[in-house]
C-alpha cells in the first residue's frame, strides 16, 4: 500500500511541489486504494463465483445458442445493433432488423471502432473461442473470418499469452 502512495507522492513531485498538498490528502489517498482494492478482490470473488453458475448453467444447455448469445452479450463479446451503415453498401436499412457483432476494435486498426458481424450459425464458434480465451478468443474470431492478420502489437499480445498458435491460424487462412 505505501508502495503506491509513494509513486503517487513521485508522480505529484514531477510536476508540482508536494509542500503544497496538505497532509490530509495522503491519508484520504491510502484510504481510498485500501477501498479500491478490497473492491478488486470482492468483485473478483464476485466475477468467479458467477462464472462457475454461468459455466454450470451453459453446460447444461451446451446445444442451446440462446444461452450462450446471452452469455455473450451479458459478458460484451457480442453487442446488438441494427443495420443503419447498410444505406452506405446501397442495401435497405430496416429500423426494427437487429444485428449482432463481435467487438474487435483496435485489434486491426489503432482508435478504430471496428466489428465484425456474426450470423445465428457462427455463434457456436464465437463462444467456443471466448470460452478458451476470454481475452484474445473473439479477436482470433474476428482474423479467422477477415482472413486478416490483426496490428503488430495486438499479434505479439496474443502470441505472448501462449494460448493460440498464430503461425497455423495464418498458414490455414492461407495468410
Request: hydrophobic share 40%; glycine share 4%; charged share 35%.
Amino acid at each position: 500500500m505505501s508502495t503506491k502512495i509513494e509513486q503517487l507522492k513521485e508522480r505529484w513531485n514531477a510536476t508540482r511541489r508536494l509542500e503544497e498538498l496538505p497532509p490530509w490528502v495522503f491519508e484520504d489517498v491510502g484510504w481510498l486504494l485500501e477501498q479500491a482494492e478490497k473492491y478488486d478482490r470482492e468483485k473478483t470473488k464476485s466475477n468467479e463465483i458467477e462464472w462457475q453458475i454461468t459455466e454450470n448453467v451453459i453446460d447444461i444447455m451446451d446445444d442451446e445458442i440462446e444461452y450462450k448469445l446471452a452469455h455473450l452479450i451479458i459478458n460484451d463479446v457480442i453487442f446488438c445493433n441494427n443495420g443503419w451503415w447498410w444505406t452506405e453498401r446501397n442495401e435497405p436499412w430496416r429500423k426494427d432488423y437487429i444485428t449482432h457483432h463481435v467487438n474487435c476494435n483496435d485489434v486491426f486498426a489503432w482508435a478504430c471502432a471496428d466489428s465484425e458481424d456474426v450470423t445465428y450459425s457462427e455463434i457456436h464458434d464465437v463462444y467456443a473461442m471466448w470460452r478458451k480465451d476470454p481475452v484474445w478468443g473473439p479477436a482470433i474470431w474476428c482474423i479467422r473470418k477477415r482472413k486478416m492478420k490483426p496490428q503488430g502489437p495486438v499479434e505479439k499480445a496474443i502470441r505472448d499469452k501462449g494460448i493460440w498458435n498464430l503461425d497455423e491460424i495464418y498458414a490455414e487462412l492461407g495468410l
